[in-house]
């Protein structure tokens, strides 16, 4: 299709965008701390005369750090950090959660056969369907193996989404259950052991390898790192891993996406029709959770409050948060956070496995 890119007003409009951005990131607080380097790689890859992310000749700073983001490198660093940063134990004390996480990752599948339904490929199909995953590092990864001229598209959705889960879940989730349901009380987790807590990450790498081996750079990655934390013996390598790394990785990975979204590559139709079908990802993802709550509780004595099944959507822990948020509005006594989180932590090893199918299926 015709864009504007190339031209002197596609390269103004980008900064637009880039500027736009910024103030989402730094004024409204939208996920600033990838936002705010996204933003401004995009602001210096369209700024006139700028060669910063040439990829011919004399190859630009951030092509380099796009490189890294190409070869798979970046984003399962930043599943290291998270892994060193996430607490399981809700998970391991209520195993039913895996079963909430994994049911939210069916907004990464409806949005797979809605935009194959559209006219996308495959691969773009798979790197469109996993922003309904709400984990960023993950959309990145898949994008830039599957379609990486896509990337900043999918890059923004997934990011902008990922802080608008407060405002996108609510409506679905008071849609989807009764005040009733909203106000079931559920009991305080059992304790989880240190022997638990250390088994877990090593059991779960096992398993995952077996059946799905394309999604090991991230899990991998991210119980390795989960490893450092509950070891109790590498608290230097979870620290390093949690904050100093974490952080680096972070401003290569966002500004190196950013300088992606030329107006050549940016400035077309299909990157409005990806940004809709974000929302379509993120609610199917928050109703397949909810949904499958309000159905095991047709089999279980002790109730679950569907609430809970939209944090598997990913979005650590502001999915949790809204959980909470959404169960004290209906029963002010209701205390859902850490059962919200076993959901919420199970959805990242969820949107990492529909990532390693994505890749195992499309990749060339």
């Not at 809709?276 to 279980?300: C, E, I, Q, R």
Request: hydrophobic share 55%; with cysteine.
């Amino acid at each position: 299709m015709d864009t504007l890119g190339g031209s002197g007003l596609g390269s103004l409009i980008m900064m637009a965008i880039a500027c736009g951005l910024l103030y989402l990131g730094i004024g409204k607080k939208f996920e600033p701390l990838l936002m705010v380097p996204i933003a401004f790689g995009m602001l210096l890859s369209n700024l006139p005369l700028s060669a910063i992310f040439a990829s011919e000749g004399d190859v630009g700073l951030l092509y380099y750090f796009y490189t890294l983001c190409r070869w798979g490198i970046l984003p399962p660093l930043i599943f290291m950090g998270v892994g060193a940063m996430t607490d399981f134990g809700p998970l391991i004390a209520n195993p039913k959660s895996l079963l909430l996480g994994a049911a939210a990752q069916l907004g990464i599948f409806a949005t797979f056969i809605g935009a194959i339904l559209l006219g996308f490929t495959a691969q773009e199909a798979g790197s469109i369907g996993i922003i309904g995953g709400a984990d960023g590092p993950t959309s990145i990864l898949v994008t830039s193996l599957l379609a990486p001229h896509r990337l900043a598209a999918v890059a923004v959705a997934a990011y902008s989404y990922m802080a608008l889960v407060p405002v996108i879940q609510p409506p679905i989730m008071r849609a989807l259950t009764t005040k009733k349901e909203r106000c079931i009380e559920m009991k305080q987790l059992r304790p989880v052991s240190r022997k638990e807590r250390i088994v877990f990450p090593i059991l779960v790498t096992i398993v995952v390898a077996l059946f799905v081996p394309d999604a090991i750079p991230l899990v991998g990655m991210l119980m390795l790192g989960n490893l450092f934390r509950e070891s109790g013996l590498t608290n230097r390598l979870s620290d390093t891993a949690q904050n100093n790394l974490c952080n680096i990785v972070t401003i290569l990975l966002g500004t190196a996406v950013g300088a992606s979204a030329t107006a050549e590559n940016f400035l077309r139709p299909e990157t409005l029709m990806i940004m809709l079908l974000g929302v379509v990802a993120f609610s199917f993802g928050t109703a397949g959770g909810v949904l499958l709550a309000k159905f095991m509780n047709l089999f279980l004595k002790e109730k679950i409050n569907p609430l809970i099944g939209s944090a598997g959507v990913s979005a650590v822990p502001m999915a949790a948060r809204v959980s909470q948020k959404e169960g004290q509005r209906a029963n002010p006594a209701n205390f859902l956070l850490m059962h919200a989180m076993g959901p919420n932590v199970a959805g990242v090893i969820g949107s990492a496995v529909a990532a390693g199918v994505l890749l195992s299926l499309f990749r060339v």
